[in-house]
């Protein structure tokens, strides 16, 4: 959620830059998840680890002026960034919160809870289900989406494309993520005590556009976390990222993201 002692990609203004392209390339995949959760105008959302808030925005307009869209993070840029935007879009149902939901306490009062790509960095996902949980009314929704990271592909694989792989893995597992939490995640959410699950896999897949161009920026905003545990040089780091961008300009090759699984179930009433 932003958090740099567990979080492995870069924060602040440069890892908001990627999660704008990011958002860009989930819309489509979330948005039908979205439709699939049937939300309806006055609900109350909380939009966990929700970086710079396109999820947030999209959640207050479903639920239209009666409802209420709620987005947490860690990362204190990011949130100064979604209020501007949401103010500049004339958004009042939307707040933002600096807050670890991990530690947050009160009365449950949200119909859903999301969250978009945090348990895969968290060393202790199950503890993360159980507190997203206690924000969530008897019957509410919780929908999360995950990655498995071991589901991405480059073809024709270049060498750059392997050694991204090795880095991004290795320093997500470092700081006691999973880079491959989304094969586990719908038995995750099942042993939370939720009820009627549904998965769905989807990957953003392609030929050209910004989905090419992720692999290149991810490389460049887990820089850090490679130089911090001593994995890579700044030279063969700068080498990588000309490879990736390279091959993404490339229309005679394709780039599959990691595979993206989206759980959802219910809370009990009782």
Not at 137 to 162: C, N, Q
Not at 173 to 178: A, E, K, P, T, V
Not at 216 to 245: H, K, P, R, Y
């Amino acid at each position: 959620m932003g958090d740099a002692k567990h979080y492995a990609i870069r924060g602040g203004l440069p890892g908001r830059e990627r999660l704008r392209v990011l958002g860009r390339v989930m819309s489509d995949s979330t948005a039908s998840l979205l439709n699939q959760l049937e939300l309806v105008d006055g609900q109350s959302c909380l939009d966990v680890g929700c970086g710079g808030g396109d999820v947030t925005r999209e959640l207050a307009r479903r639920v239209a002026s009666g409802g209420r869209a709620v987005g947490v993070d860690l990362d204190a840029t990011k949130l100064d960034l979604a209020r501007e935007e949401a103010q500049e879009l004339g958004l009042s149902n939307v707040e933002y919160h600096q807050l670890d939901v991990r530690e947050a306490a009160g009365v449950p009062e949200f119909d859903l809870v999301y969250s978009r790509f945090v348990l895969t960095h968290l060393r202790d996902p199950e503890v993360a289900l159980g507190s997203f949980l206690k924000q969530l009314k008897p019957g509410g929704i919780l929908a999360v989406e995950d990655i498995d990271f071991s589901g991405s592909f480059a073809w024709p694989e270049p060498p750059a494309f392997r050694r991204f792989y090795e880095l991004y893995c290795t320093v997500v597992l470092n700081r006691g993520g999973d880079p491959h939490i989304g094969q586990r995640l719908p038995v995750l959410v099942k042993n939370a005590g939720l009820e009627s699950i549904h998965v769905s896999v989807v990957q953003p897949t392609g030929l050209t556009g910004e989905v090419k161009l992720l692999n290149g920026l991810t490389m460049e905003n887990i820089a850090d976390a490679v130089l911090a545990d001593g994995l890579a040089s700044t030279e063969e780091i700068d080498q990588i990222v000309d490879e990736l961008n390279a091959f993404a300009a490339d229309e005679q090759t394709v780039t599959g993201l990691p595979r993206i699984v989206q759980v959802w179930g219910r809370l009990p009433l009782v």
